[in-house]
């Protein structure tokens, strides 16, 4: 938008040095030693409360519904679909799952809701997890109004691939509405991945929701530790190639109104994704402390000890840290922008002893196949 | 014949004044039938709701921006959140987050805005449509206080009365001219106005571009000239009529100098009252640095209206004889006093499409005034366009383009 009168735009700055009748600008004394950007504020009596010095958030009040979206972030966070398992007669084990394409309504940010495509009805779809070797069968059963794909990031042949135009003439490629595919391969490599739908338009098909975290455990598993997957993405709500929302695990600044309680001295292990769309890359930044960095998860030994890590669409890694102190500690996206469009959060720290219930509970499981994703 | 009396028996002696109003019922009945029944065979609206809002006012003041929003679409539209330069930020409202068919709501958004800087606003919608706002360069708002009125009249003064008042003094120039050189100076005039409402009517359309179209948008301008055209020509008539009967008393005949200057006085008052909103408007936004400078411009620029004005006071007409001091305070004070009500409503109550009706009201006033002073253009073979008129209406137009880029740099 310009400016509303054409008068206006023309005496504009040219006139400004001949200005003579002063006007009263924000240029009152700080009282109360807010940030230098506050200046402008602090002549303002009565006004100049807390909320003005709290970092970028949504109007307060309202939240998002979780009951009706389906699911919670904080749930989602500690959430491994580790599906069903039996044994071949050769002693191998088959894990399989079954997986439903859906259209569902979700809330993204207090009050705006978004007609999102999903995977098991959550954005972002189910956390799938196995072990490296095992056999791996996943059933697609495309319940909404478009064609989809889940094509795996991993090793396998083409027509596992979920690929449209490769496979249709054996059920596979573009499962139409009403249809259903197996995908069937090996877990390999170990590491962290993703799959997402592949059809076209695919920014369209990834943005509106279809996409998951998809890890593979070495063999020999990794050190016990409290675990959570972050999918760092966005929403694109008004259908204009840019996103409005950003957020990890989809709700914008949830994290913010629920930190993660996590415990002090505690090994934490962050599965990280981006699978951001429409903007070329993202980034983790973590406050008042450093990480070791396991670039998509396939080696066993970290690259680098940082506090910002990089990722651009479709990259992923680990992140393993533990915090020294108690306190509230923040982590988001290190473009700003999108920090202040919701992709921020806390880690809530304290003794482990005094975690909420739920939260240890969902931070020390078994995993399935011995040992524990916490402490034992 | 035949026909007419078979018509009269039909209407059956029913007085006229249900007969008028028979169609009205039936209408009403309709409607309410159709409203009842829910517009049988129409079904709904396909498609996701339809989402226009059109920002009306921005207001700064030291941490808050506030956005006056007016829905101007057919569907409730309602607000969710406001980022101001890609972050959101806290707001309440004053009436709700919903807004219906053609209301609005004001957002006090909390930021820490910084003088001088430029921001862009998007609002998401429970949809998650955006409207967009821009901040071009941020500066406080002035508070509407007794102080701030006293401001903007003094502008005014300053931008209206003073210049007007200034170019009158060309009385007794215009007086002591040759007679022959009156129709070149009415057709200077003409040439000036003309001018005038071009510019009027093209600035009031591009603010009615940025007016909800509901209430008529850009039709608003052609509307307000349309009126204001009508109204004149009005009141034209009914002062004829009078004149008229004067005449038959033994008064004066043609149409006076006295006459033809305060018509001209109140279509360029009109015009000005438009000018007033603009300065009034820009001031508030603070995209109006005021100084000498854009004083002194104006003073040049609208002198020329005064000269327009005083120009059909010839001498040797019996009318414009009669001029007295207080006509002439008169006709400076209707031509350049609406500058100052124009820039208090600017700057205390701006709305796009009020603008737009008084920019359209000012140029149908002119237009109306050109058709009323043209005649005395004609020579003395009654051509309207000849060549002392021409060279009179080009030296209008020539002279407010030359002063007008004193005030538009």
Known sequence: MSSKLSRRKMLGGALAAGASLPVIHGLLPRDNG?????????????????????????????????????????????????????????????????????????????????????????????????????????????????????????????????????????????????????????????????????????ASHIARGLYGAFIIDPKQGRSEADEMVMVMNGFDTNFDLANEVYAVNTVGFHYVNDPIRVGRDELLRVYLVNVLEFDPINSFHVHANFFQYYPTGTSLEPSEFTDTVIQGQGQRGIVEMKFPFDGDYMFHGHVSEFAELGWSGFFRVGDPSKLSAASAAAAYCELPWGGAAGKA | MEAGTQAERLQGGLPAWLLGLLPLALIAAAIGAFALLGGPGLGDRTGPPVEEVAVERTVLRPGEIELTLRNDGPDPVEVAQVAVNDGYAPFTTTDGQEIGRLGSTTLKVSYPWIEGEAYEIFVLTSTGGTIDAAIPVATETPEADLGFFGLMALLGIYVGVIPVSLGMLWLP?????DARWIGALIAFTVGLLALLAIDAGLEGLEIAAEAPGAFGGSALVFAGALVAYLVLAGIDAYL?????????????????????????????????????????????????????????????????????????????????????????????????????????????????????????????????????????????????????????????????????LLVSV
């Not at chain 1, 478009?146 to 059920?171: C, K, S, V, Y």
């Not at chain 2, 120039?173 to 001219?177: A, D, H």
């Open chain 2, 240 to 404: 004829s009529g009078r004149r008229d009967r004067a005449r038959s008393n033994g008064g004066s005949a043609a149409k006076g100098g006295l006459y033809m200057a305060l018509l001209v006085s109140i279509g360029i008052g009109l015009h000005n009252l438009g000018e007033g909103l603009a300065i009034g408007s820009s001031y508030a936004t603070g995209a109006l640095a005021l100084g000498a400078f854009l004083v002194v411009g104006f003073a040049i620029h609208n002198t020329t209206e005064g000269l327009a004005i005083v120009a059909p006071l010839r001498e040797g007409d019996e009318s414009s004889g009669g001029v007295r001091l207080r006509h002439l305070i008169a006709f400076g004070l209707i031509a350049g006093a609406p500058a100052v009500l124009g820039a208090w409503i600017g700057a205390a109550a701006f709305n796009p499409s009020l603008a737009a009706l008084l920019f359209g009201g000012g140029v149908g006033a002119i237009v109306q005034v050109i058709v009323q002073i043209a005649p005395a253009m004609r020579d003395g073979a009654g051509r309207l366009l000849n060549p002392l008129s021409v060279a009179g209406m080009l030296a209008g137009i020539a002279l407010l383009y030359v002063t007008g």
């Open chain 2, 173 to 177: 120039f215009v007086r002591r001219i």
């Open chain 1, 34 to 202: 807010g940030p230098p950007g506050a200046g402008a504020m602090s002549g303002h009596a009565g006004h100049a409360g807390h909320e003005d010095f709290t970092p970028a958030g949504f109007a307060s009040g309202a939240t998002v519904d979780h009951r009706a979206n389906g699911f919670d972030p904080t749930e989602l966070l500690r959430d491994f679909d580790y599906g069903k398992t039996r044994r071949l007669a050769s002693g191998r084990v088959v894990r399989e799952w079954t997986i439903y394409a859906q259209d569902r309504e979700i809330e993204v940010a207090p009050g705006v809701k978004y007609e999102a495509w999903t995977y098991n009805g959550r954005v972002p779809g189910p956390t799938l997890r196995a072990r490296e070797g095992e056999r791996l069968r996943i059933r697609l059963v495309n319940a909404s109004e478009h064609p989809h794909t889940i094509h795996f990031h991993g090793i396998h042949t083409a027509l596992m691939d979920g690929m449209p135009g490769i496979g249709e003439n054996r059920g596979g490629g573009a499962i139409a509405p009403g249809e259903d595919f197996t995908y069937e391969f090996d877990a390999e490599p170990f590491g962290l991945h993703l799959y997402h739908c592949h059809v076209s338009p695919l």
